[in-house]
């Protein structure tokens, strides 16, 4: 008997390795293979050059700026949106089967396709407004996306300040804005920070939505207003790898090195904005 | 006179009715305990002198509260106001993530202060009245999650007072801390309410007995007996407070 359980503990020690080494071992040879393929095309002209049909010329400095231009605008709206939403619903509605309701519906949204979000941002900011396939369009479109994640990230953040320390401000004569604008914002931010930095590098990421609202252009020059024409970091990608061309998919690799060095900065940032802020309470 | 009235004081929480029809008067510059079980009603008693209840949703006041003399449950009266004039220390101290010094100014400047040099008056002052200033005059910029609990409350103290209440509610203050620091706080009480009228819950019916110039028994939302706090101790004239000051139930 003793025997029988030794022996399953050692099996299953090793299959949860083996599952946990499965995961890791995959993504190991994505990366290699990634940097294999794209490091020799990383160059400094790789960042700098506009697209361009002959493939030693082409770069991703359209792509860049898009990306950072719809990502700049996509974080003020959705950090107003979501910090108001998620203040409104945890500091001021009552809690009754309507803001049930409404809390439900934020968590389905979260889940909902990109895709769907696209559809959503052609039809009303692309098409109903007549923003055209703009940034602003595309950006419109990433704060809708990211909102749901923002809302419920800032949801956490605020409940987890102590009602103790409302309760101290209250007892000085704080009033309720008082209270928020000096307390409660000043703790839950590291919080609402963390979330917003992980929901932008998932815009960073999208590209199903912004197809669909029309980035997917030969841009060839840099966008200096909300209303130009745009592509982005995974689009350009996309559209490299569609090219029957082996120097694109080269270049396409050197994009998503590039892609990834983006998102593991913006995911160190909030990880190192979490540890600095954790013991505060 | 008394800087405190209560009449027909009744508190429901929902359909639980929690305090019943309390009539008391307290009076200026003098320490006034509230003694009792838990879930007697004390703090919840405590707690609409400044309103606080009027966060707990479901709940129901009537018959009135005067504090100087004027009825604090009016329609028209300034919450805020009236919460700078009766400050609360907590039963845990609560002070905010921020620096010492600025735990001191957050009061003083959400009723307008703006002026550095008139804070920095503030936070010496009101450290001083708490008796903390010499343990923390070098620090003040530290934040003060790194003081002791002892001194923690002692911030709070000092907190409540740079609003320059009249009067300060105190909700068990010493029931989280160690037996030095609830001297400390016990002896500091003493000489607050020179300035300050002082009311504080406690479930220590001893440092009721040490500190407090009068002494209130509460008993299932009832006020059972108020008085002299020797004559509570020595000589209390119910059988309920007798049995409770005793150590019979509680």
């Not at chain 1, 090793?14 to 990383?42: E, K, N």
């Not at chain 1, 700049?72 to 309701?101: D, H, I």
């Not at chain 1, 815009?203 to 609202?213: H, K, N, W």
């Not at chain 1, 396409?252 to 998102?263: E, K, N, R, Y």
Request: proline share 5%.
């Amino acid at each position: 008997m003793t025997k029988l359980r030794k022996i399953k503990d050692v099996f299953f020690k090793w299959l949860f390795f083996a599952a946990t080494a499965f995961g890791m071992l995959s993504l190991v040879v994505l990366v290699v293979d990634i940097l294999y393929q794209g490091l020799p095309r990383l160059s400094w002209e790789f960042i700098t050059n506009f697209p361009s049909f002959n493939p030693d010329k082409a770069g991703i400095k359209a792509a860049i700026l898009g990306s950072v231009w719809v990502i700049g605008l996509t974080a003020p709206m959705a950090l107003f949106l979501g910090v108001a939403t998620a203040l409104y619903l945890e500091e001021y509605a009552k809690k009754n089967w309507f803001t049930r309701l409404i809390q439900t519906n934020i968590s389905n949204l979260a889940g909902v396709p990109s895709i769907i979000y696209g559809i959503l941002g052609l039809a009303l900011f692309v098409r109903a407004m007549k923003l055209g396939p703009s940034i602003l369009a595309g950006a419109f479109t990433m704060a809708l996306l990211v909102l749901p994640i923002v809302v419920v990230a800032a949801q956490e953040a605020i409940r987890a300040v102590p009602q103790t320390l409302r309760h101290g401000a209250y007892a000085l004569g704080a009033s309720k804005w008082q209270t928020i604008r000096g307390i409660v914002l000043p703790s839950a931010a590291p919080g609402i920070l963390t979330g917003m930095i992980l929901s932008l590098s998932r815009a960073i990421g999208e590209t199903a939505p912004l197809v669909v609202v029309g980035a997917f252009v030969f841009v060839r020059f840099a966008p200096t207003d909300p209303l130009d024409k745009f592509t982005v970091l995974p689009i350009q990608i996309y559209s490299w790898v569609s090219q029957p061309k082996a120097a694109f998919h080269e270049l396409a690799a050197s994009g998503i090195i590039v892609l990834l060095i983006v998102l593991l900065l913006m995911n160190a940032t909030a990880v190192l904005l979490r540890n600095k802020y954790q013991k505060r309470f | 006179m008394s800087i405190i009235e209560t009449r027909n004081l009744n508190l429901y929480y929902g359909q639980h009715h929690a305090l019943l029809d309390i009539n008391v008067d307290i009076e200026e510059n003098s320490i006034t305990a509230f003694i009792g079980p838990s879930g007697c009603g004390k703090s919840t008693f405590l707690r609409t002198l400044n309103r606080m209840n009027d966060m707990i949703p479901n709940v129901k006041i009537t018959g009135t509260v005067k504090v100087a003399g004027e009825d604090i449950y009016q329609s028209g009266v300034d919450v805020e106001i009236l919460r700078k004039r009766v400050g609360m220390v907590f039963q845990q101290p609560n002070p905010f993530p921020k620096s010492i010094y600025d735990n001191i100014t957050f009061g003083p400047k959400l009723h307008g202060v703006t002026n550095r040099h008139e804070l920095d008056e503030i936070v010496e002052k009101s450290l001083k009245a708490a008796a903390l200033w010499d343990e923390v005059k070098d620090v003040l910029k530290k934040p003060a999650y790194g003081l002791s609990g002892g001194q923690q409350q002692r911030l709070c103290i000092a907190r409540a007072l740079a609003v320059n209440p009249q009067i300060l509610l105190m909700d068990e203050p010493t029931s989280a801390l160690d037996p030095i620091s609830t001297a400390k706080i016990e002896e500091l009480l003493d000489e607050l309410k020179e300035t300050y009228t002082i009311v504080i819950v406690t479930h220590n019916m001893q440092q009721a007995a040490r500190i407090s110039d009068k002494t209130a028994f509460f008993l299932n939302g009832e006020l059972v007996e108020y008085d002299a706090t020797p004559v509570i101790f020595q000589n209390p004239s119910d059988k309920r407070t007798e049995d409770y000051i005793t150590g019979r139930f509680g």
